[in-house]
């Protein structure tokens, strides 16, 4: 795979990988810069295969750094609903592979940014219950499976948990290792990763280790107020991105 890519395209590949390793032990909303230069580099559904990987080195580095602020009582109660949507996103895949399921994902994020915003705290206390953790598992699930777009609905889940910067991103490190193992098998058996592809993804492992080192100093800097509008900005150009493009 390597020898058929452009300059250009090799560039884009680097971009990337640096990207997803900065947004996985930091804020996270330069991800989905990372989807778009992948899709520029690998056009098609080979986009996806080549990021999967990245991401999953990616999300064991975040662990690594964050291992003592993942909030287990939260993840636990998601585990069943992600699996639903995991099977509907594959099946979905399966069944209807050139449908544009984006735009319904970016427009589902696009409503839950308005809801979080809207809502006074009194509200947000019901909306932590047990509908909207069973409604934000099953799409987390999907859309991951579907366009690695789980991180913005992942977000604003959490954004009205109360966490802190660390225990936000801790929590958001084990849930995605977690979801993106399981995904390999099934992104292996739909054709998406390869061992060609596998092979890409360990020349540009050095290039996401220093993204996420890069990513975990910088978080360091940003206070709590402004990690929480940085979240919510990349939550929306993510849910731009998707409906628009």
């Given at each position: 795979?390597?020898?058929?890519?452009?300059?250009?395209?090799?560039?884009?590949?680097?971009?990337?990988?640096?990207?997803?390793?900065?947004?996985?032990?930091?804020?996270?909303?330069?991800?989905?810069?990372?989807?778009?230069?992948?899709?520029?580099?690998?056009?098609?559904?080979?986009?996806?295969g080549v990021l999967l990987p990245m991401l999953i080195a990616?999300?064991?580095?975040?662990?690594?750094?964050?291992?003592?602020?993942?909030?287990?009582?939260?993840?636990?109660?998601?585990?069943?609903?992600?699996?639903?949507?995991?099977?509907?996103?594959?099946?979905?895949?399966?069944?209807?592979?050139?449908?544009?399921?984006?735009?319904?994902?970016?427009?589902?994020?696009?409503?839950?940014?308005?809801?979080?915003?809207?809502?006074?705290?009194?509200?947000?206390?019901?909306?932590?219950?047990?509908?909207?953790?069973?409604?934000?598992?099953?799409?987390?699930?999907?859309?991951?499976?579907?366009?690695?777009?789980?991180?913005?609905?992942?977000?604003?889940?959490?954004?009205?948990?109360?966490?802190?910067?660390?225990?936000?991103?801790?929590?958001?490190?084990w849930f995605f290792l977690v979801i993106n193992i399981v995904?390999?098998?099934?992104?292996?058996?739909?054709?998406?990763?390869?061992?060609?592809?596998?092979?890409?993804?360990?020349?540009?492992?050095?290039?996401?280790?220093?993204?996420?080192?890069?990513?975990?100093?910088?978080?360091?800097?940003?206070?709590l107020r402004l990690f929480k509008i940085l979240i919510r900005?990349?939550?929306?150009?993510?849910?731009?991105?998707?409906?628009?493009?």
């Amino acid at each position: 795979m390597i020898s058929d890519l452009s300059t250009l395209q090799l560039l884009y590949v680097g971009l990337a990988a640096l990207l997803v390793g900065f947004s996985k032990t930091s804020v996270g909303g330069v991800g989905i810069l990372a989807v778009l230069l992948m899709a520029l580099a690998i056009p098609g559904k080979a986009s996806p295969g080549v990021l999967l990987p990245m991401l999953i080195a990616a999300d064991v580095m975040a662990v690594l750094y964050y291992r003592r602020d993942c909030q287990w009582h939260i993840l636990l109660k998601l585990v069943p609903h992600v699996a639903v949507g995991l099977a509907l996103g594959y099946f979905a895949l399966r069944l209807a592979p050139d449908f544009n399921f984006e735009k319904i994902i970016g427009g589902t994020i696009l409503a839950m940014l308005i809801l979080d915003l809207a809502l006074s705290e009194t509200v947000k206390r019901y909306v932590r219950g047990p509908v909207m953790t069973g409604i934000t598992g099953a799409l987390a699930g999907a859309a991951s499976m579907v366009a690695n777009a789980a991180g913005p609905v992942f977000g604003v889940y959490l954004l009205q948990m109360g966490l802190t910067k660390t225990e936000f991103v801790g929590t958001r490190s084990w849930f995605f290792l977690v979801i993106n193992i399981v995904k390999l098998p099934l992104a292996a058996h739909l054709g998406l990763v390869t061992p060609q592809s596998l092979t890409l993804n360990l020349v540009y492992l050095p290039v996401i280790l220093i993204g996420a080192v890069l990513g975990y100093k910088v978080l360091g800097y940003i206070n709590l107020r402004l990690f929480k509008i940085l979240i919510r900005l990349a939550v929306l150009i993510t849910a731009a991105r998707l409906i628009l493009f």
